[in-house]
């Protein structure tokens, strides 16, 4: 036990000094560092972020598709709760397609249940995007929304042009990443085997790019608009680092 606890010193003592330039990142903006348990993730908590509050963590990835580690972020922003859309990399949308496709074929299931994340059954649920005005778009991204017509309007722009960006280094191809607007929130996960400040900053000004475009999209819906919804829980809340 002793060998253990002074095992997990050293790791924890180790990460905070790798850490130390997000740590100061986080600390210029007024939000919390936290190291998770084990001393291997960390999670950042902005409450009084714009446009919504933020919360990013890196650490053991909860998704299959994402080997390793990974980077999440969510922006609470209080958006019309039927806006759901989502942008992908076209290699791993081409990896869930496939996976749906042999998972409720193979044990003849006729509809996708609940246990399955957003991201995989919005591809069996909802109309794709495939007439980006950029090429670079459509060759490099999945396009998936509740509408096609509120796709088009999400990515046209600001966002399209910060993923164009993305893609020459941050997301190179076939890099596993994801970003959906659902909830009333945006939420971005991606692989990242080791967390370095300038690829966080990055992500962030993408999620922040989103964030902005996914607020002039959301002024189109009514109050009262009807659109299709899921279920299922693919974030869960959490009140511990690495637990979200």
Partial sequence: MVVKQVKHWFVTRANAA???P?????ASRDAEFTQSRDGLGFLIEQPKAQPGALRIEWGVSQRSYLPGTELR??????LHPDLQLMVLC????EDLERAVFEAYTDTLKTRVDTDTPEEMRWLVMFPKFNNA?????????????????LTRDW????????????SQDLLPEGHPFVLMCMRGNLYLRTEMADADLPRLQAFVRLLDAAARAALRVNGRLSEAGAWPTTTSVA??????????
Avoid at 238 to 243: E, K, V
């Fill in 22 to 26: 997000i740590m100061d990142w986080a």
């Fill in 235 to 244: 974030w869960t809340h959490s009140t511990r680092p690495g637990d979200a």
């Fill in 155 to 166: 990515v046209e722009g600001e966002l399209g042009e910060a993923l164009t960006q993305a």
């Fill in 73 to 78: 972020m969510r922006c609470e922003m209080g």
């Fill in 18 to 20: 790798r850490w130390r």
């Fill in 133 to 149: 005005s950029s090429q670079i778009i459509r060759q490099r991204y999945g396009l998936v929304g509740v509408t096609k017509e």
């Fill in 90 to 93: 076209r290699t791993l949308m």
